[in-house]
């Protein structure tokens, strides 16, 4: 079995919390998935509340800006247009 050091857990767990998903992180890494949200729990329960609290925002922007784009994109597919994300 192969030993991680710490500073590869928290670069690969910061990665999946920037939004790139756990499978992406995982096969970029070589990493099995489970491991990945291992390590992703360890973090989050050894964080302070603030940390845990900008998580928690940035996981809530991600989504806002999730809804947002599907909202603009049904928009403009209704005026004949397609957005690129661009805008």
């Known amino acids: 079995m ?3 050091d710490d500073e590869f857990k928290r ?5 999946v919390h920037d939004g790139q998903s756990v499978a992406s992180v ?8 489970s491991l990945l949200h291992n390590w992703k729990r360890q973090a989050v329960e050894t964080s302070s509340d603030s940390d845990r ?4 925002l940035r996981k809530k922007l991600r989504e ?3 809804e947002r784009d599907i ?3 049904v928009w403009l597919r209704r005026r004949g247009q ?6």
Not at 11 to 15: D, F, I, L, R
Not at 53 to 56: F, G, I, K, Y
């Open 64 to 66: 806002v800006e999730m």
């Open 11 to 15: 670069e690969a767990v910061k990665k």
């Open 26 to 33: 995982s096969r970029e890494l070589g990493v099995a998935e």
């Open 2 to 4: 192969r030993k991680y």
């Open 53 to 56: 609290e900008l998580l928690a």
């Open 71 to 73: 909202l603009k994109n």
């Open 82 to 87: 397609v957005w690129n994300g661009s805008c």
